[in-house]
């Protein structure tokens, strides 16, 4: 069993900086999955960055060159270090994992991806961002 205890978050103007962060509780696998997404209001739950064990990180077009992902293997902890953020950021930030490869594509179809959440088995409780205009 793995549990994920989101911290950080908070409220920020436009063009500033914010990170979060995920403890990882529980079992430990030997390839693995950590993810995180948003979801704002009125909107569907989007996956916005994963790290695969491996430390292949994958980050959707969106955020690329904003958002930086990473892990602290000795302490379990996922981050998410965001800069530049704009009002359309405004989320709550869920971190999420599971076991396996982050994404896998084979002769043309893509049997994991890490922005399909149905991939994942394990959730934090998520954090809210706020950016300010």
């Known amino acids: 069993q793995v549990r994920l205890v989101e911290s950080g978050g908070g409220s920020v103007q436009a063009g500033g900086s914010l990170n979060v962060s995920c403890e990882v509780y529980?079992?430990?696998?030997?390839?693995?999955?950590l993810g995180w997404f948003r979801q704002g209001s009125d909107k569907d739950r989007e996956g916005v960055a994963a790290?695969?064990?491996?430390?292949?990180?994958s980050l959707i077009e969106s955020v690329k060159g904003r958002f930086a992902i990473s892990e602290d293997k000795l302490k379990k902890t996922l981050f998410l270090q965001m800069k530049s953020l704009k009002p359309e950021d405004t989320a709550m930030y869920y971190c999420?994992?599971?076991?396996?490869?982050?994404?896998?594509?084979?002769?043309?179809?893509?049997?994991?991806?890490?922005?399909?959440?149905?991939?994942?088995?394990?959730w934090g409780q998520g954090t809210q961002v706020t950016v300010s205009s």
């Open positions: 529980g079992n430990a696998y030997s390839t693995y999955c």
């Open positions: 999420a994992a599971h076991v396996g490869k982050c994404n896998y594509c084979s002769g043309g179809y893509c049997y994991k991806e890490f922005t399909r959440d149905s991939e994942y088995n394990y």
């Open positions: 790290i695969e064990s491996d430390g292949t990180t």
